[in-house]
């Protein structure tokens, strides 16, 4: 490894490889030069912005087969393949069509090598910059749930959104930034994906098995949080400021982003801040303790040259996030406080929150916080007729719960995850079209507690590795990819005691033999080891209509909480029991897709069905009377299990850009998932109620009908307006075994939206300025998956509601101004 990053850092020189230019003009479909448009060539890391009248030039392209993607404010992505000579200097017009074509977009993630969406047997979808815009968003997780059909999110409050997909979450969905897997004690409800959204250039989701590029924990799927690298002209400093404002819950987002290149040197840096109070809903007003602040960098610098790219990441996070927990008074419903201790406190004498409490900005004693480092590296080389990609990253996930009101300052939770990852891939030179690519990724991790009361889950050491070949073949209008992939897990803790301080009059960790120590974690050691495999294949059966499937065995090794809890998580609510004996989870999963894409019509249909063995999921944990069991008061139990699940459905998207009104467009989707338990014994045990899986979203649905005014000869372009409507189904198919979940009445949300570029005499723009308007009749509902809808002390309410709503009526105003 020594020697193989000397190499990257040292000996470029050794790897130089001829190169040519690339020039042209990007125009309209009008044949109008469209300015400041993003000329970009992915695989080699460059790119260029065009100037006033459409003209672009890109240095330095490595010879050989060339891949261009063209972009910009107000037009669809489009990709150009083209051939470059070595000292060659290629011209190339480029044109924009008004409106997306998303079957045509060209992703990288869950793939061996950049593929067009529709060619790619795996099921991708893709999220741009502005659409994520379009919208009034709380985080990334929020905004890709909005575009993305077959994504949802559980959600606890407006700024913590875990993804799933297809109904699996948590840690069968592998999240990544910039290709670096996200990790942050992602098994925990109560704290969201550590990431700038502001920062976020495009989301690319793989929805089904990824385990064979990415290891366990894809194994339901991988979200991919792309940043944009810098595309200004040489030698020039170019940036954006934002500034964001949301009515309901008061949000006031800043950022500042720059970036600058010359000579194929690389940096940027952006700064964001994000403060909310409470938000509300007109069932439960302002809910208590539901605000939180925000602050992240992000700062990245590299070279991008003829003999490949390397550029290095350093980000850093920090939020503050309330804790709600539900508490009311029974006649009033108003949310009251806790004031004492678990021992002493009563839920029907706490005292009311007050006005000012629930209208401050200000972050109130019971709150989490959590501080994410991570600095990671990217390398691409061109080595031997291939490619060579390297990413080496460390990160290190602070979490702290302050859940004690007589000890503000004394955290329940405190946990410290540092994490080492490694990702080493090679694509070997095509051979009569068959395409081979090798590799290994892996991670080894520690988790410390650091000063607490509670202790939830064990201090573990991990270690995980992996290796895999992937094959890619064209034969004519047909295009089959495979591949196979052997992953290894250690997991090992040693035995930590627990004993009660008098002094404090909380838990602390103990020493073995101190006076009252008691061990809650036995010591533990245990590898895992699994198989992933994949074969599938895309036919463009006409130039409109393509044809995909695939076969996927997907695995899964338990994480931590599964195999290891043993305590409260007081941001949960949830007192855990996990199961060491539980095996790894491994799933056989089909897919098939007909995709249609013309000029004015996108649409597609994708099938699933998923078979999931030795399936974990939370339960209630019941006495030998049926009753639940109480081991904190106020605090549910919950203990994983472990049966085989069933998971099917199907996703369908229309996209309609009508030829004779080239001005308007509309984008419909819709999702639908069904999970089973598949166990015959647990379902004669525990009988209907335990026949679907928990957290399985209903049918949803969104459509969008817009309108782009044609650009003319003012000062504005780009100019929208919009109208969206966001439907779930009733949901009577969930986990109803002791009321665990109940069902959930169906809600459409109508939403509008409006926005315009003010540009320059010159053509270039000064700002960007999106408004939207969310749940436009303020509707009350309660999302399937907001856990809030579950946080109720009472059996009855004089409304007759249960639980905490979501959000209600939501104005939001956003300005970009690009300089």
Known sequence: ????????????????????????????????????????????????????????????????????????????????????????????????????????????TGVSRATEVRRSPVPIATLSRREINLNANTNVIDAAVRGIPGLSAVTTGPNVSKPFIRGLGYNRVLTLYNGLRQEGQQWGDEHGVEVDGYDI??????????????GSDAVAGVVNLLPALPSGPDGQLRGEALAEYQSNNGLVGNSLGLNYQKNGFQTSFRASHRLARDYRNSVDGLVYNTGFRELTLTGMAGVSKAWGSSHWYLTLYDNQQEIPDGSRDSLSRRFTRQVFESGLDYIKRRPLATDDELRSYAIGPLHQRIRHYRVFTKTQVHLGGGELHLLLGAQQNSREEFNHPTATSQPGLALRLTTYTYDLRYHLPDWKGLQVSVGSNGMGQLNRHQDATDFPIPNYDLLDAGGFLLLKKPFGKLEVSGGLRYDTRLVSWNDFYVAFNPATGFDTRAQPGAAGATRQFPAFERRYQGVSASLGASYVATEELTLRANLARGYRAPNIPEIGSNGLDPGAHIVYLGNRNFQPEFSWQQDVGVLWHQPTVDASVEVFHNYVQNFIYQARLLDDTGQPVVIVPGNTTYQFQQAAARLYGLEASLSVRPAALPWLAWNSSAAYVTGENADATVLERQGSAARYLPLIPPLRGRSELRATLPTGSGRLSGTYFRATVDGSARQTRFYALDNTETATVGYALLGLGAGTTWSTRAGRPVAQLFVQVDNLFDTAYQAHLNRLKYFEYYAASPNGRSGIYNPGRNVSVKVVVPF
């Open 201 to 214: 250039e495009r989301v690319e989701v793989v929805k089904g098995p990824a385990s064979l590029l990415y």
């Open 1 to 108: 490894m020594k020697h193989l990053v000397l190499l990257l850092l040292l000996l470029p020189q050794v790897l130089l490889a001829q190169t040519g230019t690339l020039r042209g003009t990007v125009r309209d479909a009008q044949l109008r030069p469209v300015p400041f448009a993003s000329v970009a060539v992915p695989a080699a890391g460059l790119g260029a912005t065009a100037d006033a009248q459409g003209a672009f030039q890109v240095m330095e392209v490595p010879a050989g087969a060339v891949r261009v993607v063209v972009s910009a404010v107000g037009f669809a992505a489009t990709t150009r393949d083209a051939t470059l000579a070595a000292g060659q200097r290629l011209d190339l017009d480029l044109a924009l069509a008004a409106e997306p074509a998303k079957l045509t977009e060209v992703v990288v």
